[in-house]
């Protein structure tokens, strides 16, 4: 089956330093990965997502991601976090575009706290 | 103002009860799916639908049980069959079932937290 790894449960930065949030999957095919993001007391919204193409993926407020196929691998980063980056991130994967019924398998999330 | 709608947001229940959770959408999404967020577990997918009067068990079906009569509304019970129910729950919609790059994006709502006394 597959599933998603997501190496730290809770990281805690002072601002301004760099972020780097580990993402592993298990599925040798083709696959189709995403960043979603839970502010405080807000929705769960999309951060990032790949599908083909550059590997350098850019999202919302400065974070990107790298799709490393040989490591199975889609690390979130930001060069400089800021307070109000604290938050949950969660990685998600679709391993079966076409083929299946195209559901996302979760991560277990990463909580992100930001010192001012 | 488009988006997904959950109510309540909170939303206490007694045990051996049934519950029912409101999913509204006015995105004009065929797609809708219901999870499950527990601390430290992720997101765990209960039941989805890619169209009206169709849906689909996910990972965690035991102890739920959905309706979709209209494409706006995929309303979720909470059986007393469901063990743990105490949980966060959230809809998402996408336009369809997610097998288009270009159309894959799952809005979420909200999100309704569910507390058995």
């Known amino acids: 089956a597959q599933s998603v790894s997501q190496h730290n449960h809770h990281v805690i930065l002072s601002e301004a330093a760099s972020l780097e949030l580990g993402c592993n999957y298990s599925y040798g095919g083709t696959v189709n990965l995403f960043w979603y993001v839970q502010y405080p007391g807000q929705h769960l919204q999309l951060l990032l997502k790949?599908?083909?193409?550059?590997?350098l993926v850019k999202g919302i407020k400065g974070f990107e991601a790298e799709f490393i196929k040989s490591k199975f691998s889609f690390n979130l980063r930001k060069p400089s976090v800021q307070w109000s980056d604290t938050a949950e991130y969660f990685c998600a994967v679709n391993a079966d575009y076409g083929g299946s019924q195209g559901n996302l398998i979760f991560g277990k999330g990463t909580k992100l706290s930001v010192k001012p | 103002d488009g988006g997904i709608t959950q109510s309540p947001k909170y939303l206490f229940r007694k045990e051996g009860q049934n519950v029912t959770l409101s999913c509204e959408q006015n995105l004009n999404h065929d797609a809708m799916y219901w999870y499950r967020q527990d601390p430290g577990q992720g997101l765990r997918l209960i039941y989805y639908s890619q169209i009206v009067n169709d849906f689909q068990k996910g990972d965690i079906a035991e102890g739920y049980s959905v309706s979709r009569e209209k494409k706006e509304s995929f309303p979720l019970t909470v059986t007393s069959a469901q063990k743990n129910p105490t949980a966060f729950y959230l809809c998402?919609?996408?336009?369809?079932?997610?097998?288009?790059?270009?159309?894959?994006?799952?809005?979420f709502g909200p999100g309704t937290r569910l507390t058995v006394l």
């Open positions: 790949y599908f083909s193409g550059d590997p």
């Open positions: 998402a919609s996408s336009i369809e079932l997610v097998r288009d790059p270009s159309t894959d994006t799952q809005y």
